[in-house]
């Protein structure tokens, strides 16, 4: 049986899920290429932040869902392909990726490219190198993407699952906002109440 929930319960509960999802984008917890079963070498671990796109477009929303209100999380359309990962394309498994350099996917690499600082290997300058430099990094990127896929980062299961513990033994700095949703929910029980009784 679902029970219901004002939207001020609701709305407290989707301020503090946004917030820790959105402190688990900018951990500093995901391995770099480690592919999508997780088999390969890393060399370091970085945050899902980069454009803080994806970041950004977090939030939530009070929807009707099945004659109650519910909450609804509002991302980036590449939201799920981030959180669940991207499996490794069988076509490409010889190694050959295809395709030019124009296309949407390429440009996006070449711009994530360039917030990250990534420089092609072997390369020792201090400046900007060439654009074909920077191409050849997008297509090899992009090879390694379509050849071994991209690890999960499971970002959204981080976050619930640590919700229960932020309940059990809150650190002082949510302390105050999971007062908030307790009240809020406290008030819902005493609505409910109320209405059993007037009915």
Request: aromatic letters at 12%; zero cysteines; proline letters at 6%.
């Amino acid at each position: 049986m679902r029970y219901a929930i004002t939207e001020g319960a609701l709305n407290e509960l989707g301020k503090l899920f946004v917030q820790r999802m959105k402190t688990e984008i900018k951990k500093k917890q995901y391995p770099y290429a480690p592919g999508f079963a997780g088999g390969r070498p890393t060399t370091g671990v970085g945050n899902k932040y980069a454009t803080g796109n994806l970041y950004n477009s977090l939030g939530y929303k009070i929807v009707m869902f099945q004659n109650l209100p519910a909450l609804q999380l509002v991302y980036a359309d590449y939201f799920e392909l981030v959180n669940r990962g991207i499996k490794p394309n069988p076509k490409y498994a010889n190694g050959k990726s295809g395709g030019g350099g124009t296309s949407p996917f390429i440009q996006s690499l070449l711009k994530w490219i360039s917030i990250r600082g990534i420089k092609p290997k072997g390369y020792k300058g201090k400046g900007a190198y060439s654009k074909s430099a920077k191409l050849g990094l997008a297509l090899a990127i992009r090879k390694n993407i379509f050849k071994y896929g991209i690890a999960p980062a499971g970002f959204y299961d981080k976050t619930y699952d640590k919700l229960d513990g932020l309940f059990e033994n809150p650190p002082p700095y949510i302390a105050a906002q999971l007062e908030r949703l307790g009240d809020a929910i406290g008030n819902d029980i005493e609505n409910l109440i109320d209405n059993i009784v007037k009915q």
